[in-house]
Each structure stands twice: as structure tokens, then as C-alpha cells.
């Protein structure tokens, strides 16, 4: 499945308008909405045969977790910024009279010990009810959304979902699934990592991890070290050690036939300053192939230009300088651990993955023959 989008759609639009979203002989619209520790992002789109086409997008940083790691608890400036936006997404549900939809919450909601207050707020405010998921749901979903940039030369895959407060990592074995059959068998495990497949041989969760450092998370855990360079080395070898129980092979495994799959803004935005892209293009990012050297390039850029410069550089963006050291931190321990040279970019995540389910669910999405 690779979802279409509309023209310009980037990995950060504010919002796609499509001022008519339905037509009278249109399939039924489907939405699906991923509130995480920094980000409240929405897709909705209609089935297309085996994919789905996206009609509009919203994305907006509103910063659920500022102030969490210290306080445990959800701050007003939080609350309001978040439910501003869901008001939003409220209006383009109405707009598009959707009535099939999935609206989740992640690790900030997760953690918070004022969510029910939270949760109760915004019900109240915009009347929509948001479900809290767990880490793995949450990988779980990633899994599907990564599934079409699966190789079929691949026989063990590691996903990677970086977020803001949290991050999943699935190992996943393909070896005894026929190479034409691997996406569909990534695609069967919206219903769970143990859910029966739909015959043939089925892939194999080796081992998977919701480690509770994402980008916001593990950033605010290094706010008081002052050294740029040595702020980025703390972050990334104390994401390692907090890798100690994902042990999915005691042996290193063969470089041959390995591949990471990674989904999140940290890695879309590296790789578009791989590219040099000046104006973020979702086109050339999404299932871009990227060796550990090219990503290690772009990284010691990064530090070379120091918070100023990174604050000023296009390639970056307004919405991204102050968390892609700590997601480099986290993209670079990955690769200490599994050197690869296949690492995949996945301008994709929790909102495909969702959709992907519901219409699987529902049945309107036809199969390729």
C-alpha cells in the first residue's frame, strides 16, 4: 500500500483545504488521528483499490509533553494548545462528514497523571473521544504503515518508530515468507503480532520495545548540559543503555538481507538534508534509501553548525531545530547497534498504519491480482 496524497503534502503541512471532500457517488471517507508528545497530526482519506487516497491532512507541533518529565502531569499551556487543534481536526471531520475514524493518543497521554482531566476536556470542548493506545499498538501499527518499503530481498527487518516520547523498535523475520509475500504478511499484523495470517507462511516478531525516550523526552533529560557536542553524546549513549532488553539475536546478524525501516520526522528531516532540499518534497524523501556514512554526514553537519545554525538552516525547518539533535542522537546509537547500509526513510507512520486497518476491517480495499 502506498497511499496518495494531495501535491505538496509534506512530512509537516499546518493543513491540506479541500473545500469539497464528498461526492454524492464518492466511497465513504476514513480519518485517523496520532496526538503525541509533540505533534497532533490527521489524514482523511477514501479506499482506492489496494491503497487509499489522502484528501486532507492537518499537522500542528502543540507540545502535549512540555513540562512532563518534570512535573508528571499535563500543563494548561499544553492543554489549551493541544485542544485548539483538535478543534481544528473537529472542523474538517465535521466538513467531511466522516463517520469512520480512529482518534489516538500516545506516550504523553500515557504517562500524564492528569489525563483523565485531559481526556474529559476535550470531549467537552470538541466533542470528539480520543482512545489512549499502547506501545504495542502503537508499534504494531507502525509495522503496517512501513510494510510497502519492505524489500523482497529482506529476510530480517527492523522497524523504527521515533516519537516524541517514546520509541518502538519491531525485529521482524521474513526468512520463511516467500519474497512476493512479505509486505502482505507485514500488512496482517494491524490485528496484532500474534494475530493468525491469512494462510501461507507468516512473519515472525523476533523481539519489540516501546523505550520511553522519544525526541521531546529524551531532550528535556539533557537540557541542563551546555556543550552542544557533548549534550548529543550523553543523549545517545544513554538512549543505548536504555536498549539493554531488546536483545533480538545474541549474535550480530548478517548485514546481507537486513534492512531498517525508519518512520518519524527525525529521519525524513535527515534525509532531506541529504538531499540538500531546501523546500521539503515528500516524493523524494518517502522510501529513500540511506547508508549509515550518508546519515553519519549529515549528522556531524548538524553538530558543525551548532544550535544557531540549525535554527537558521531551511533544511531543518522552524518546526524541527530544537528536537533533531535528540533524534539523531537516537538514529545514530541504532546504527552503533545494527550497522546497515539499507536504512529506509518512511515519510509514513500511526495514521497510515490506522487506515490501513479500518478499511482492511470494513473490507474496501481490493486485493492486487
Keep these: 500500500m502506498a497511499p496518495g496524497r494531495p501535491v505538496g503534502a509534506g512530512a509537516f503541512p499546518e493543513s491540506v483545504e479541500s473545500p469539497a471532500l ?47 518529565e518534570r ?25 467531511g462528514q466522516v463517520r469512520r475514524m480512529r482518534l489516538v493518543a500516545t506516550e504523553a497521554c500515557r504517562r500524564a497523571d492528569n489525563v483523565a482531566e485531559f481526556m474529559a476536556a476535550v470531549r467537552r470542548e470538541t466533542g470528539l473521544g480520543l482512545e489512549i493506545i499502547d ?68 512473519a515472525r516478531v523476533v523481539d519489540w520495545i516501546s523505550v520511553p525516550l522519544g525526541v521531546a523526552t529524551l531532550r528535556d533529560q539533557f537540557r541542563d548540559v551546555e556543550d552542544d557536542a557533548a549534550r548529543f553524546a550523553l543523549m545517545s549513549w544513554f538512549f543505548e543503555e536504555n536498549l539493554a532488553e531488546f536483545a533480538p539475536y545474541k549474535d550480530d546478524p548478517p548485514r546481507e538481507g537486513f534492512q531498517i525501516v525508519g518512520t518519524s520526522g527525525t529521519v525524513t528531516t535527515v534525509a532531506a538534508s541529504h538531499l540538500g532540499l531546501r523546500r521539503y ?19 556531524s553537519m548538524y553538530l558543525a553548525l551548532g544550535p544557531a545554525g540549525r535554527r537558521r538552516d531551511p533544511r531543518i525547518g522552524i518546526d524541527r531545530h530544537a ?29 497510515e498504519g490506522i487506515l490501513y486497518a479500518l478499511m482492511s476491517a470494513d473490507g474496501v480495499l481490493t486485493e492486487k491480482g
Excluded at 508528571?72 to 494548545?81: E, K
Design 22 to 68: 464528498t461526492r454524492p457517488d464518492a466511497p465513504p471517507l476514513y480519518a485517523a488521528l496520532d496526538l503525541g508528545t509533540n505533534s497532533c497530526r490527521m489524514l482523511i482519506a477514501r479506499p482506492e483499490g489496494d491503497q487509499f487516497k489522502v484528501v486532507d491532512s492537518f499537522s500542528r507541533s502543540v507540545q502535549l509533553g512540555a513540562g512532563l
Design 71 to 95: 512535573s508528571g502531569r499535563l500543563s494548561r499551556g499544553s492543554i489549551q494548545r493541544t485542544i485548539q487543534a483538535l478543534r481544528v481536526c473537529q472542523q474538517k471531520l465535521r466538513r
Design 135 to 202: 506501545p504495542q499498538q502503537e508499534a504494531q501499527l507502525a509495522v503496517v504503515s512501513c510494510a510497502p518499503l519492505v524489500s523482497p530481498a529482506t529476510e530480517q527487518l527492523l522497524v523504527v518508530d521515533i516519537g516524541g516520547g517514546s520509541t518502538e523498535l519491531v525485529w521482524i523475520d521474513l526468512a520463511e515468507v516467500p519474497p512476493r509475500d512479505r509486505v502482505r504478511a507485514m500488512m496482517q499484523m494491524h490485528g496484532g503480532f500474534d494475530a493468525p495470517g491469512g494462510g501461507g507462511a507468516k
Design 281 to 299: 518534497d515528500r516524493n523524494k524523501v518517502d522510501g529513500l534509501c540511506m547508508t549509515g556514512d550518508e546519515i553519519d554526514r549529515v549528522v
Design 323 to 351: 528536537l533533531i539533535m535528540s533524534g539523531a542522537a537516537i538514529l545514530q546509537a541504532l546504527l552503533r547497534c545494527w550497522p546497515t547500509d539499507r536504512l529506509s526513510v518512511a515519510d509514513r507512520g500511526l495514521r
